[in-house]
C-alpha cells in the first residue's frame, strides 16, 4: 500500500531474456499500486511520463510495462496536469503536501480512476 497511491496495476513478472542468460523469466506477483512517486522525477521540474516510462526497476518493470497499466499512469497524469494547472502547483508540490495529495486523490476517485484494490481481490491474492 502506497499512502500516495494514483492508480492501480495487475500483472505477472515477465522479464526477457534474464542477466542469467535465460531467454523468459514469469513469476506470479500481487495486484499492486502505482504510486505518484513513480511518475515525478527526482531532479527535472514539468517533465512527466505517459505510460511505461516512471521511475521503477527492472523487475517491477514486468508488470509496468503492460497496457492497464500504462492506461492508469496515464490517466493519473492527466488528472495530475489538470489539478496541477487549476492549483498554480508542480507534481512535487501535490506529492509533498498533506492537504493537496488527498485533494488530488479525491479527484482521481471523482474521475473513476482506483486508487486501491478491492478487499475481495486483496483476499483472493494473499
Known amino acids: 500500500m502506497f499512502p500516495d497511491a494514483v492508480g492501480t496495476g495487475s500483472y505477472r513478472i515477465d522479464l526477457h ?7 523468459y ?11 505518484l512517486g513513480a511518475l515525478i522525477p527526482e531532479r527535472v521540474e514539468n517533465l512527466l511520463p ?6 521503477t526497476t527492472h523487475i517491477t518493470n514486468g508488470c509496468y510495462r503492460l497496457h492497464p497499466v500504462e492506461w492508469s499512469i496515464g490517466e493519473a497524469v492527466g488528472e495530475l496536469v489538470a489539478f496541477c494547472t487549476a492549483k498554480k502547483r508542480v507534481p512535487r508540490q501535490v506529492r509533498k503536501d498533506a492537504k493537496l495529495l488527498p485533494d488530488f486523490q479525491a479527484q ?13 481481490v486483496a483476499k483472493t491474492v494473499r
Not at 17 to 23: E, K, L
Open 17 to 23: 531474456p534474464s542477466s542469467g542468460g535465460d531467454n
Open 25 to 35: 523469466i514469469d513469476v506470479s506477483s500481487l495486484p499492486f499500486q502505482i504510486p
Open 50 to 55: 505517459a505510460c511505461k516510462n516512471i521511475g
Open 108 to 120: 482521481l476517485a471523482k474521475a473513476g480512476c482506483d486508487l486501491a484494490w478491492p478487499e475481495a
